[in-house]
């Protein structure tokens, strides 16, 4: 079984408007406004899944800083894992920083079946992660309804390119820190917080932390998969960022590291299943 933990889709109203939305919000355009970013439809991605034969993937839409646009957005994934609920895990898109209409919306996706919140994008939409005022009532409203948060992250070295953000390993720590009892998944390792999880101080914190892959290709080299493997076995989570990188390209890469094979079926999809908690029906 095969879990992609992190796939964009959009609307296709916002990709035949795409230029009105380059507009609209200013993280976008940093991200889109090259014609060459993709942006793809519940359709698009189903089909590069079944290329990769890539069984489930976890769903959600852009972050915008506008709560009215990530309704919108929340509304194409709630109509994704309506019509596909064999195949996709639905995320909800809200801006914190919106306070109670965030905590609103979602309490609306968590009565549609969605199943987390994210991706989160703090600096697009303007808040820090570690903000304990602006994040513990979607903390909470989160944890009330079995919801798993998933977090843009960025690293604080190497090259830039659009979307790289402020979310560093050291606010990932503070945030684990604020409240360890919640399921948090660090998007692109966490900006390389996975590497801290060797000290024992930091890995006690983040005890409900996890890491996806999504974009390696682009970040590091593919070495990372069977280092991290090694410390972090229970923690990785196969994601590929797509459309930015398909399932039948990033899984060839990952399946020729060098680890157990056990393992590798945790990252690809075991370690999912237990976060997600598949299989047990969430009220
Ligand atoms: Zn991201």
């Known amino acids: 079984m095969i879990i992609d933990f992190h796939a964009h889709i959009t609307a296709p109203a916002i990709i035949k408007q795409r230029d009105e939305y380059l507009v609209r919000d200013a993280w976008f355009r940093d991200l889109y406004a090259n014609p060459r970013a993709r942006l793809s439809s519940i359709e698009d991605l189903l089909a590069a899944m079944d290329r990769a034969s890539v ?55 968590a009565k549609a079946g969605l199943r987390g919140v994210g991706e989160l994008m703090p600096d697009g939409q303007g808040y820090r992660i570690d903000d304990e005022k602006t994040m513990a009532p979607i903390v909470e409203v989160a944890a009330d309804h079995d919801m798993v948060l998933l977090t843009h992250c960025s690293e604080p070295v ?41 000290m024992p101080e930091v890995s006690r914190v983040m005890s409900n932390v996890y890491y996806d892959t999504a974009a390696s290709l682009y970040l590091y080299q593919d070495d990372i998969f069977s280092l991290a493997a090694r410390w972090a076995p229970g923690k990785v989570l196969f994601a590929t960022d797509f459309p930015l990188i398909t399932q039948e390209r990033f899984i060839p890469r990952l399946r020729a590291a060098r680890m157990p094979a056990a393992t590798l079926r945790r990252i690809l999809g075991g370690n999912a299943w237990r976060v997600l908690k598949l299989g047990t029906s969430v009220g």
């Not at 360890?180 to 966490?190: I, K, M, Q, R, Y």
Request: charged share 20%; with cysteine; aromatic share 12%.
């Open 55 to 109: 069984q489930q993937a976890v769903v959600f839409g852009f972050g915008w800083r506008d709560m009215d646009l990530c309704c919108q957005d929340n509304d194409y994934v709630i109509e994704a894992v309506e019509r596909y609920p064999e195949r996709l895990i639905g995320f909800a898109i809200v801006n914190p920083g919106s306070g109670a209409a965030a905590v609103r919306e979602i309490e609306r996706c």
């Open 158 to 198: 190497g090259h830039l390119y659009p979307g790289k953000g402020t979310v560093t390993p050291d606010e990932v720590i503070r945030f684990a820190r604020l409240f360890p009892e919640a399921t948090l998944v660090c998007a692109h390792w966490g900006g390389g917080a996975i590497f801290y999880e060797l």
